[in-house]
């Protein structure tokens, strides 16, 4: 089992970083290793929507299909993909601060199977590091729009 947490204190208010976060088109302008993402189903966001992504990972490329399981605007987002050789749940949750600032907790868990499960150490390692990055380009996404300003879209 893989199960790997990430947080950062992002100095936005909840509601800007969590509309943000949860949009998935803006997935690859945070998410280092996203590439692409593409609505399967129709918008907008909410239990049973699909959204497939293309990613990089460990040198590989991954195309795979998350789907919503609880959105809870502005509180949290999970997701869910059962493709491939990692299936991941993906949890997002948002907490105010204070008025100003947020922090995200980024959560990814799953059983890999076949080869993944024997490199499992090395992926949370890797996962963990790589969520750090994000959640930080995150932020400088977010603060440089800058206070009173709308996060951009």
């Known amino acids: 089992m893989v199960d790997v947490t990430t947080e950062a204190i992002i100095r936005r208010p909840c509601r800007e970083v969590a509309d943000y976060a949860a949009d998935p088109d803006n997935a690859p ?8 993402a593409e609505w399967r189903s129709p918008r907008p966001l909410a ?12 040198g590989r490329t991954l195309d795979y299909t998350y789907e919503i399981e609880e959105y809870v605007p502005g509180e949290r987002l999970v ?13 997002y949750t948002w907490a105010a601060v204070d008025a100003s ?11 890999p199977h076949g080869f ?7 992926m949370a390692a890797a996962m963990r590091f790589i969520n750090r990055g994000d959640l930080r380009r995150l932020a ?9 300003a709308e996060a951009p879209s």
């Open 47 to 58: 239990p049973g929507a699909r959204i497939a992504f293309i990613a990089r990972f460990l």
């Open 101 to 111: 600032r947020t922090r995200m907790t980024l959560r990814n868990s799953g059983a």
């Open 116 to 122: 993944s499960r024997l490199v499992a150490p090395v």
């Open 140 to 148: 400088g996404i977010l603060e440089a729009a800058g206070p009173g």
């Open 29 to 36: 302008s945070w998410y280092s290793r996203i590439d692409t």
């Open 79 to 91: 997701m869910r993909t059962s493709e491939g050789p990692f299936p991941m749940r993906t949890e």
